[in-house]
């Protein structure tokens, strides 16, 4: 894979080790201090630094660019290294594949100043098929996170439904997993996550059979009433 991480770029990826060597390239955020002007001066303008804050910044072209104002506090935030986020989840989508056989695909996308990150990957394999009709739903998981001091780091299992007469299809979330940036970033979450998808596509085609048999029997009876009247 040749594709290098560029800050507002979208890259797309065919399987868990594509989405890993994604992981391996988003650059470094570090911090740095944050300037208040305090006074406008035709030869020498005035600056004192906000020591309740500090700045994150990232290299985008070789050049330092500001990505987010936080609060110096380190416990009040902690940063959520997108490349971090990004092994977390694979790591909890190789775990599946012990058990079950699946594909994992999807795009990654950065914003221009780095300061958003967001996944979107679809399962393969795993998709729910409740009916005798081939007309499987699509289920997949969506991370985003953000390192500007008001996005926390969040992850949503979806699937694919039908929301217009015209066949369009849309994801609709079905739960989804959070965690503030008061904390360092949890492996457990995305586990969960991943989990939830395999478990929530054999609750729903488990139901349906369950419907299925109910409205058969359902049926019969009306039948027999009918036949017997």
């Given at each position: 894979?040749?594709?290098?991480?560029?800050?507002?770029?979208?890259?797309?990826?065919?399987?868990?080790?594509?989405?890993?060597?994604?992981?391996?390239?988003?650059?470094?955020?570090?911090?740095?201090?944050?300037?208040?002007?305090?006074?406008?001066?035709?030869?020498?303008?005035?600056?004192?630094?906000?020591?309740?804050?500090?700045?994150?910044?990232?290299?985008?072209?070789?050049?330092?660019?500001?990505?987010?104002?936080?609060?110096d506090n380190k416990n009040r935030f902690v940063l959520?290294?997108?490349?971090?986020?990004?092994?977390?989840?694979?790591?909890?989508?190789?775990?599946?594949?012990?058990?079950?056989?699946?594909?994992?695909?999807?795009?990654?996308?950065?914003?221009?100043?780095?300061?958003?990150?967001?996944?979107?990957?679809?399962?393969?394999?795993?998709?729910?098929?409740?009916?005798?009709?081939?007309?499987?739903?699509?289920?997949?998981?969506?991370?985003?996170?953000?390192?500007?001091?008001?996005?926390?780091?969040?992850?949503?299992?979806?699937?694919?439904?039908?929301?217009?007469?015209?066949?369009?299809?849309?994801?609709?979330?079905?739960?989804?997993?959070?965690?503030?940036?008061?904390?360092?970033?949890?492996?457990?979450?995305?586990?969960?996550?991943?989990?939830?998808?395999?478990?929530?596509?054999?609750?729903?085609?488990?139901?349906?059979?369950?419907?299925?048999?109910i409205e058969l029997d359902s049926e019969w009876t009306?039948?027999?009433?009918?036949?017997?009247?």
């Amino acid at each position: 894979m040749t594709q290098k991480i560029v800050v507002g770029q979208e890259l797309d990826y065919e399987s868990v080790d594509e989405l890993r060597e994604i992981g391996e390239q988003f650059p470094e955020t570090r911090d740095g201090k944050v300037l208040g002007l305090l006074e406008r001066d035709n030869e020498k303008d005035l600056w004192e630094e906000a020591n309740y804050k500090r700045g994150l910044f990232t290299e985008k072209n070789g050049e330092d660019i500001l990505t987010g104002i936080v609060s110096d506090n380190k416990n009040r935030f902690v940063l959520h290294d997108f490349g971090d986020i990004t092994d977390y989840l694979c790591d909890a989508v190789e775990a599946l594949k012990d058990e079950h056989d699946f594909s994992f695909e999807g795009q990654v996308k950065t914003s221009e100043t780095m300061h958003r990150y967001t996944n979107e990957g679809v399962f393969n394999g795993l998709e729910i098929n409740p009916g005798e009709v081939d007309d499987p739903i699509n289920v997949g998981v969506k991370i985003t996170s953000g390192n500007d001091g008001q996005k926390a780091t969040e992850g949503q299992y979806f699937e694919e439904r039908l929301v217009c007469e015209n066949g369009m299809t849309m994801p609709v979330d079905v739960m989804s997993v959070r965690q503030t940036h008061h904390d360092e970033l949890d492996p457990t979450m995305f586990h969960k996550l991943a989990n939830s998808v395999v478990e929530n596509a054999e609750m729903v085609e488990d139901r349906y059979s369950q419907m299925k048999e109910i409205e058969l029997d359902s049926e019969w009876t009306a039948f027999e009433f009918l036949e017997h009247k």
